[in-house]
């Protein structure tokens, strides 16, 4: 029953993060926000019952910057699905490297639009060339991710419909 988790907003409607049923459910009892989407499913006792609410709003303002996904190998890999984006074949986070699309030496940055996810034989083939240079073609271009991927692949689970209206 604790297993699900609630999208949490700020006051102007953008996510900040997820956060366990349980601490959503008492934020609400306490009057610190309001309940906008809800689970079809109830927790109770023989004197209430309380729906399990799936998208929540602080009532208060906040500053917050929006939510960002902060660069690092592991997002990534998740961003990515673990596939290597030469071959499309998906690997083992063991077996995968991180390759620079535009090669350092010709430029290229170290950014979410220029990393993707490479296995070592494809980057060894690459080299220090760009794919076209190598006459590789990318799988998909590198870009930052989507929330809502995000949340999708980091949980391992689809998100709930309920969230995907909030996750722009």
Same mark, same amino acid.
């Given at each position: 029953? %604790? /297993?699900?988790?609630? /999208?949490? /907003? ?8 997820? +956060? ?9 009892? /306490? ?18 019952? +309380?729906? +399990? @609410? ?31 984006? #030469?071959?499309?074949?998906? %690997? ?8 620079? !699309?535009? @090669? ?10 220029? +990393? !993707? ?21 990318? !799988?998909?271009? @590198?870009?930052? @991710?989507?929330?809502?991927?995000? %949340? ?15 996750? #722009?």
């Amino acid at each position: 029953m %604790f /297993l699900y988790k609630t /999208l949490l /907003l700020t006051s102007g409607y953008q996510p900040i993060k997820r +956060i366990d049923c349980k601490r959503a459910i008492c934020m609400s009892i /306490l009057e610190k926000v309001d309940v906008i989407e809800s689970y079809d499913r109830y927790i109770g006792s023989p004197s209430i019952r +309380i729906q +399990i @609410p799936s998208v929540i709003r602080l009532k208060h303002v906040i500053k917050t910057k929006p939510m960002r996904i902060r660069y690092s190998r592991a997002n990534i890999y998740t961003r990515d699905d673990k596939i290597c984006q #030469y071959c499309n074949v998906k %690997f083992q986070v063991k077996d995968l490297t991180l390759d620079h !699309v535009i @090669p350092k030496s010709c430029g290229g940055r170290t950014s979410w639009s220029n +990393i !993707v996810t490479c296995c070592q034989s494809c980057n060894t083939m690459k080299a220090d060339r760009t794919p076209q240079q190598a006459g590789m073609l990318l !799988v998909k271009k @590198p870009k930052y @991710p989507s929330l809502k991927n995000y %949340f999708e692949s980091s949980s391992g689970e689809k998100i709930p419909e309920q969230w995907e209206k909030y996750l #722009y």
